[in-house]
């Protein structure tokens, strides 16, 4: 089994959902008392957010690149990065290691491939839903077609992730907005919603839409598994 390095804490609410998945996966594949081989270096996520919010993402990516190394030294054989936002630099880190990144729009994108969509509304912060290091790889390798919400459903949806769910707070209020985004993006002719940031799967399930939801924390941290345990 190879060993899985997460780059984690961002936030840590999504890297224990990361850790869970991967680890019950790990045991319904191999059984009896088998669990992953991991690594995981943990941000304080506050750091990261400031970086962010001011657009410091040369520093973030100085970090990032920082964190994959650390992890590749410590024997990791592979590394995935716990957040959507944060494969910004996801280029930049692979070419400062040599093992490899697992990036969580293409494993997303081969799942929605698998179910036949081709157009899709994506959930997320500010920077994923609007910037094209997440949308345009989609659009571009994958030839989905991405629908996000409007400006009002966008700054929704970013405020709801940086003020509650990274904080561990899951309220009916702001999953009732969600699901309302949801509906309208499906109005719009989304035949499938990415839950395009780690957190969003604390507060939306699959009954809260009336087409697929893809859980990109469920759906990347699956495939880390598949690729540790192949021969």
């Known amino acids: ?9 961002l936030s840590w609410e999504s890297s224990l959902e990361y850790y869970r998945i991967i680890n019950q996966a790990v045991r319904a594949k191999l059984g009896g008392l088998h669990s992953a081989k991991s690594l995981l270096y943990s941000f304080d996520f506050a750091e990261v957010e400031q970086l962010q919010q001011q657009g410091r993402w040369d520093e973030a990516t100085y970090l990032m690149v920082n964190a994959a190394q650390q992890l590749e030294q410590g024997g990791a054989d592979l590394v995935i990065i716990c957040s959507n936002t944060m494969h910004k630099m996801a280029d930049a880190v692979q070419q400062q290691i040599h093992m ?5 729009a293409d494993a997303t994108a081969t ?19 609007t910037q094209d290091f997440y949308k345009g790889r989609l659009i571009e390798r994958f030839g989905l077609d991405v629908l996000i919400p409007d400006q009002r ?14 904080l561990g707070q899951v309220n009916a209020d702001s999953k009732e907005r969600y699901r309302q985004i949801i ?3 499906v109005v719009a002719g989304a035949e499938g ?23 990109t ?15």
């Open 153 to 166: 459903g966008i700054e929704v949806v970013h405020q709801v992730i940086y003020n509650e769910l990274c």
């Open 1 to 9: 089994m190879k060993t899985i390095g997460l780059i984690g804490g």
């Open 217 to 231: 924390t469920a759906i990347h941290a699956e495939a880390a598994v598949e690729y540790a345990i192949a021969e």
């Open 183 to 185: 509906a309208d993006l």
């Open 100 to 104: 490899p990144l697992l990036h969580i």
């Open 111 to 129: 799942r929605i491939a698998a179910c036949g969509c081709k157009r899709v509304g994506l959930l997320g912060t500010r920077y994923t839903m």
């Open 193 to 215: 919603i990415i839950l395009g940031c780690t957190e969003i799967t604390l507060l939306i399930q699959p009954s809260d839409s009336d087409v697929p939801v893809f859980d």
